[in-house]
C-alpha cells in the first residue's frame, strides 16, 4: 500500500490559485509598466513643446502658434497628472496582487508542510508494521526450532 495524501485535492487547488495569482501579478506589472512609459511619452512631448515654444519666443512671434502651443502644454500637463495618478492606482493594484500572491503561497506551503508531515508518519507506521510482522517471523521461527 503507498502513501495517499488525502487533502491532494486541497494541495492543487492551492497551488493552482496560486499560479493565477502569479498570472494576475505578472498582468498587474505590464499594465503598470505600460504606464511608466505612457508617463514617460508625455514627459517627452511636454518637453518638446516647450522647447519648441521657447525657440518661437526667440524670433518673430507668431501669436496663434504661441496660443496653440501655450494649449498643447496645457493639455500634456493635465495628460500627466491623469498618467500619474493612474500610475498611482496601478502601483496599488500590484501591491494588492503581490499580497494576495504571497498569501497563496502561504497557503499552499501549509497543505505541503501537512502532506509532508503526513507521510513521515506513514513512513514510521509502515516501519512499525514491518517490524512487528519480522519480530513476530522471528517469534514463530524460534518456537518451531527444537531444543
Not at 69 to 80: A, H, I, N, T, V
Request: charged share 40%; proline share 1%; net charge positive.
Amino acid at each position: 500500500m503507498s502513501f495517499r495524501f488525502r487533502f491532494e485535492t486541497v494541495l492543487n487547488v492551492k497551488s493552482h490559485r496560486e499560479e493565477e495569482k502569479r498570472h494576475q501579478l505578472a498582468a498587474k506589472e505590464r499594465r503598470l509598466a505600460q504606464k511608466a512609459q505612457q508617463l514617460k511619452g508625455i514627459e517627452d512631448a511636454k518637453e518638446e513643446g516647450f522647447t519648441s515654444f521657447l525657440q518661437q519666443c526667440t524670433g518673430t512671434l507668431d501669436l496663434e502658434y504661441l496660443t496653440y502651443s501655450q494649449f498643447y502644454l496645457d493639455y500634456l500637463r493635465q495628460r500627466e497628472k491623469e498618467c500619474k495618478v493612474e500610475m498611482e492606482s496601478a502601483r496599488q493594484e500590484v501591491n494588492r496582487a503581490r499580497s494576495e500572491l504571497v498569501e497563496a503561497q502561504k497557503e499552499r506551503k501549509v497543505m505541503e508542510q501537512l502532506k509532508e508531515k503526513e507521510h513521515e508518519r506513514y513512513k514510521v507506521e509502515t516501519l512499525a508494521k514491518e517490524q512487528k510482522f519480522l519480530d513476530e517471523i522471528g517469534i514463530s521461527a524460534h518456537r518451531r526450532k527444537p531444543r
